[in-house]
């Protein structure tokens, strides 16, 4: 009964393992195959090590190097990238098929955070030719309320002049740095509500026809960008000028917004996912056109102010009021350096006078993505600065500590240094798996040859043991290929095929300590279990130190090295499985049957083949010997069946039996015990 | 295999037995001087690095018409002189050509000639360059790896077996193994990449293995060793390595198996490449773990448990006790063998019948 209850627990098991599998391929987006690393599937893999002179890097920063990679590729268009740390100094880039070089160097390039001035503000999408043509039909002082009561935070010149009510409300549609301001810790709360500024400037006729922030619709790229230039083009020669009109006299000077920068900041498109993409290589010198990180809104900005250095430290906490204590509202504290705070204070010196024309923001920007667009009331010096968001819509803690996260990254200027760049292709691996598998094939017939060879019958034993452990470790590796992200690399093939014979190794254990129980005299049933309950210790004793040694490989190892420890600890618990649930059952089971029962010559457990001839007293200190067990029990058995007959028959069983082995059944052990005690009386006597 | 079978039982039975504890020193010295010319080889040779610990430039070319290795030296000497280019043939139409550190534009220049000379597109060359540090960045973890594996295996055998001596032995066993597959490595001059790191350290736990399932019958035949004085330690732990001898050389053969058939594929069919690398380390480190397993790990242990002086003591009860039977069986006419039965001498349904009661002594030395 218990054996098959067993193998019933364990057919479930496959059961659930492939009928999850196969629920998730039907009705979900799953696979019946594993996913597969690199090396078999072909790419390209690159290994960074990032470095930030003279200071160390935290595990967040990491993260958030991470993040900001993965911003990068996903928006380059690469699908499947993997991005991962490995050994909490390095981060593996895995792109499937052949990146290009600028796909490459982009992933490389080192972010940048810098603080710019805000020159003007719109929302995401790119100029509508119809709203142009309307707008050039309509007077320049067009109201545009319309716009501004969708509620879409789209907001350009006269209609950003909504204020922080429009701002603020715009925040909760992802805008948490939007209607965000600075304080000083020490300023008057009254500061808020300021308004958004609108442009100014030559530029300021055309700017509303910026202001739809969904994407054109009807309009070939050509057509808007021909909007784009002539709204662009101020001085209508036909051409975009690259030099500003008059020389700016400050960073806030909208005088940088030339008509070239006008142009791109019409296209600029962020609502297209391809435009977050971030990646470095600004001119700090220059105005930058820039997309908000979640692509709500678009910028121009002024020349950079402060770099990232300037910055000392960022964290995330709760608001203190003037009275001193501390309110529910999350805050970004922001720390600068001694250098760095004397700059803060000049621009807030200047931003503050900015606030009548409403131009009195700073963007932060990471990775020419602005990540944050506080405005400023009153100059901030003391260099510590509280980026709040307005009471209508307060920050949450998540967006503190993402914004704190940020700041706290780009004051590091991390770079990272290429470790290795490993290209594979695709048919280089398709051909290594196959051959990979090709070998786990000849590996699993030689096992199964020479379990035949050694153990007869047996052999098939090792052979479905075998095969279950093979289906088991399948469909683990694809169901944690579609959990955890698990890819099989050829690190981990091999893994899988070295696997076969440590798993047969449990198996020989098992078979040998059972041979040596049949080699002690022991009934087939008993040796069966004897040899289980000791075998079972050694397996589950060997099979710890190698989960230990995979455990301990995972946890600190880098690169091919973790694929490898991966496989390797799957299979040793697929081991331990195997043996309790299909292989010991399985041999409980057969030894009831009469091939192995009967110890047969092909079992694999035939007494007289493992030499279990064992001597039989035949009292007073003569031992006779040579005869098996198996052929005492055929002798038993026909004794057994003549006594029965000869019962029948009204007569007796031949008195020269050994009492004891008139009974067929009897263990072969015990029967020398009871042949040996009955001599032992009859001496007595 | 009809003989192995019977090989196993004589070795089970102790009518076959190989003294492998008792002439321990000469296994110890064996295995010492092997490890110090391992050593000496390892400094003085020194291992072969891969391109991942020398750093340099790589080259793939796939599909290509020839695998003619000369071909891609020919076009390095154009592009830079005095270079040796590290070719080796990956599957059935691939090249990998591996250089030193390269500038960009001759990378370029080099990918092109490569693509001529082996009638391929440009396309189907790839570059890339692998930094010298990775491969020591790997290795350092291996490192530290290893140092922590070692310390919780020992932990763990220490509580598994309550004797101490049992992980020394093991450790001391894989020490062994460790030092001579890197010995054999810098002997041969096989390349070291971080595949191969990968499989070394898997033989760190087949090692343990193939040891833990001799221990294992080693402590079942000692159990409660003090308790009687047919046999001493050293007598039981030599009939466990004797009985485990075909389970071992089974679990051996059966492990080195698929290792070689990855070898196997990997050397003929697929040329260098990880699963090559792996299967090369492994199947030298099974071998010699095998060997260590029976022929340094017990006698090992029994040769530290011997410093016990429980031990001690019982060894020298027996052996007297022993001495007294024979010489008493002697005086009586007795063979020798009667009397000192060893740690296998007593079998299930046997019966010694008469041998087996208290002997008078003669009179002459009562």
């Known amino acids: 009964m218990r054996p098959l209850r067993t193998l019933t627990a364990l057919l479930f098991l496959l059961v659930l393992v492939y009928g999850g599998l196969g629920a998730n391929s039907l009705w979900g987006k799953g696979a019946m195959t594993p996913g597969l690393a690199l090396d078999l599937e072909g790419g390209t893999q690159l290994i960074l090590t990032p470095s930030a002179e003279g200071a160390q890097i935290s595990d967040t920063q990491i993260k958030e190097a991470i993040r900001i990679m993965r911003q990068r590729v996903n928006a380059s268009g690469v699908s499947e990238a993997e991005i991962s740390s490995q050994g909490g100094t390095n981060i593996v880039v895995q792109l499937p098929g052949n990146p290009s070089q600028e796909t490459i160097d982009l992933v490389q390039s080192a972010a940048q955070l810098r603080f710019r001035a805000v020159l003007t503000e719109a929302g995401p999408g790119q100029i509508d030719p119809a709203a142009l043509q309307e707008q050039q039909d309509q007077s320049d002082g067009a109201t545009s309320g319309d716009q501004g009561s969708s509620g879409d935070q789209a907001s350009s010149g006269q209609d950003a002049t909504g204020g922080s009510g429009d701002e603020a409300s715009a925040a909760p549609s992802g805008g948490t740095v939007a209607g965000a301001h600075a304080r000083a810790p020490e300023d008057d709360p009254s500061a808020e509500g300021t308004d958004a500024p609108p442009a100014e400037g030559d530029e300021d006729g055309e700017q509303p026809t910026d202001t739809p922030s969904e994407q054109p619709q009807g309009y070939t790229q050509e057509e808007i960008e021909e909007a784009a230039k002539q709204a662009a083009d101020t001085d209508g020669d036909g051409t975009l000028s690259d030099t500003p009109a008059t020389d700016p006299t400050s960073p806030s000077d909208t005088a940088w917004i030339t008509e070239q920068v006008m142009y791109d900041f019409y296209l600029l498109d962020c609502t297209d996912p391809a435009n977050l993409s971030g990646g470095g290589g600004d001119d700090p010198e220059q105005p930058l056109v820039a997309c908000s990180q979640e692509g709500d809104a678009k910028y121009i900005l002024g020349p950079t102010e402060l770099e990232g250095t300037d910055v000392a430290s960022a964290n995330s906490a709760l608001a203190t009021n003037e009275q001193g204590t501390v309110t529910n509202q999350y805050v970004v504290q922001l720390n600068f350096t001694s250098a760095g705070g004397e700059k803060f204070k000049e621009v807030t010196q200047r931003l503050a006078t900015l606030v009548s024309s409403g131009q009195n923001r700073f963007a932060i920007v990471l990775d020419q993505l602005v990540i944050s667009a506080p405005s400023v009331d009153n100059v901030i010096a003391g260099g510590q600065a509280e980026i709040s968001a307005p009471p209508t819509a307060p920050f949450t803690q998540d967006q503190t500590i993402a914004l704190a996260n940020q700041l706290n990254y780009g004051s590091l200027p991390i770079t990272f240094d290429l470790r290795s760049q490993e290209e594979i292709s695709a048919t280089l691996g398709t051909e290594q798996l196959e051959r990979g598998i090709l070998a786990g094939l000849i590996g699993l017939g030689l096992v199964v040859i020479y379990s035949v060879a050694q153990y007869r019958g047996l052999a098939i034993v090792t052979l479905l043991s075998l095969v279950v452990a093979g289906a088991l470790t399948y469909g683990s590796i694809t169901a944690l290929s579609e959990l955890i992200g698990y890819r099989l690399s050829l690190a981990g093939v091999a893994g899988l095929i070295i696997a076969i014979g440590i798993t047969a190794d449990s198996f020989i254990v098992y078979f040998e300590r059972m041979r040596d129980e049949v080699r002690e005299g022991r009934r087939l049933e008993d040796a069966v279990e004897l040899g289980w309950s000791r075998a079972r210790r050694t397996i589950l004793a060997s099979d710890a130190v190698n989960l230990l040694a995979a455990v301990v490989l995972y946890t600190l190892a880098v690169g091919g090295v973790r694929g490898f420890a991966f496989t390797l600890g799957l299979t040793t618990v697929i081991d331990v499985i195997v043996v309790m649930m299909f292989t010991h059952p399985m041999v409980q089971a057969l030894v009831r049957t009469k091939f192995f029962g009967d110890g047969h010559r092909f079992s694999g457990l035939d007494p007289v083949h493992l030499g279990s001839t064992v001597p039989i007293y035949r009292g007073r200190g003569r031992v006779r010997t040579g005869e098996s067990i198996a052929e005492r029990r055929r002798a038993a058995e026909l004794a057994a069946a003549q006594a029965a007959a000869e019962r029948d028959e009204g007569g007796s069983a031949d008195g020269d039996d050994p009492p004891g082995s008139a009974d067929g059944d009897d263990p072969p052990g015990s029967a020398d015990g009871s042949a040996l005690s009955s001599t032992g009386r009859k001496g007595d006597r | ?366």
């Open chain 2, 1 to 366: 295999m009809a003989s192995f079978a019977k090989f196993g039982n004589d070795l089970y039975s102790g009518r076959r037995s190989y003294d492998i504890v008792g002439k321990r020193r000469v296994y110890f010295i064996a295995g010492l001087v092997i490890m110090v010319l391992c050593g000496l080889l390892l400094g003085f040779r020194g291992l072969n690095p891969g391109i991942d610990f020398r750093g340099g430039s790589e080259f793939t070319v796939s599909n290509t018409q020839t695998l003619d290795q000369s071909l891609a030296q020919t076009a390095l000497d154009e592009v830079v002189s005095d270079q040796v280019a590290r070719v080796s043939s990956v599957g059935s139409s691939t090249v990998r050509v591996q250089t030193e550190s390269l500038t960009e534009e001759q990378t370029a220049q080099l990918s092109e000639l490569l693509a001529e000379a082996y009638g391929t597109t440009p396309e189907d060359v790839t570059s890339s360059f692998v930094g010298p540090t990775w491969g020591q960045d790997v290795t350092g973890k291996a490192v530290q790896g290893l140092v922590i594996f070692l310390v919780l295996v020992s932990v763990v055998m220490t509580l598994y077996f309550r004797r101490w001596t049992m992980a020394a032995g093991a450790l001391i066993a894989l020490l062994h193994d460790m030092v001579i597959t890197a010995g054999v490595y810098a002997l041969v001059g096989f390349e070291i990449t971080p595949a191969t790191v990968i499989g070394f350290l898997t033989i760190l736990g087949y090692s343990l293995y193939d040891t833990v399932v001799v221990f294992d019958k080693v402590r079942e035949n000692t159990d409660g060793v003090t308790e009687q004085t047919r046999f001493t330690y050293a007598e039981g732990a030599n009939l466990a390595v004797n009985q485990t001898l075909v389970r071992s050389i089974n679990t051996s053969v059966v492990a080195v198996l698929p290792v070689a058939s990855i070898l196997f594929v990997g050397a003929f069919l697929l040329g260098a490449g990880t699963l090559r690398d792996i299967a090369l380390v492994l199947f030298i480190g099974m071998l010699v773990g095998t060997f260590s397993s029976i022929f340094i790990a017990t006698p090992m242990q029994v040769a530290l448990y011997h410093r016990n002086p429980v031990i001690k003591e019982h060894n020298e009860k027996v052996l007297t006790l022993r001495e007294r039977r024979i010489s008493e069986a002697e005086a009586e006419g007795l063979p020798a063998a009667s009397v000192a039965t060893g740690a296998a001498g007593l079998r299930a349904g046997s019966h010694r019948g008469q041998q087996a009661q208290p002997r008078r002594r003669p009179k002459s030395k009562r």
